[in-house]
């Protein structure tokens, strides 16, 4: 049974950071491009990050320079290092296996208020 389980997410204040992870079971973890989405309320999902098999990554504009996607094959892990969070960045963040058997987590909320 194929599974991802974000963990991580709180309240944070501005400028401040948080590492979101996500833990992958049930398939071939070092095999797929994973990436990070996030959802604030009222609007649609987006992507922030991603990360191919051979650890090629992008990120949105909007998070360039202050969050950084990483794995560890080795754990079946994904990461998101968050530095110098802003209050727009307060959301529900979604881990998700990429390609045609896509798969989501069940989301971890990020807030960033002081």
């Known amino acids: 049974q194929v599974q991802l389980v974000e963990s991580g997410g709180g309240l944070v204040q501005p400028g401040g950071s948080l590492r979101l992870s996500c833990a992958a079971s049930?398939?071939?973890?070092?095999?797929?491009?994973m990436g990070w989405y996030r959802q604030a309320a009222g609007k649609e999902r987006e992507l922030v990050a991603a990360i191919t098999h051979d650890y090629m990554t992008n990120y949105a504009d909007s998070v360039k320079g202050r969050f950084t996607v990483s794995r560890d094959n080795a754990k079946n892990t994904l990461y998101l290092q968050m530095t110098s969070l802003k209050p727009e960045d307060t959301a529900v963040y979604y881990c998700?296996?990429?390609?045609?058997?896509?798969?989501w987590g069940q989301g971890t909320q990020v807030t960033v208020a002081s």
């Open positions: 998700k296996r990429e390609g045609p058997y896509y798969t």
């Open positions: 049930g398939f071939l973890f070092s095999y797929n491009a």
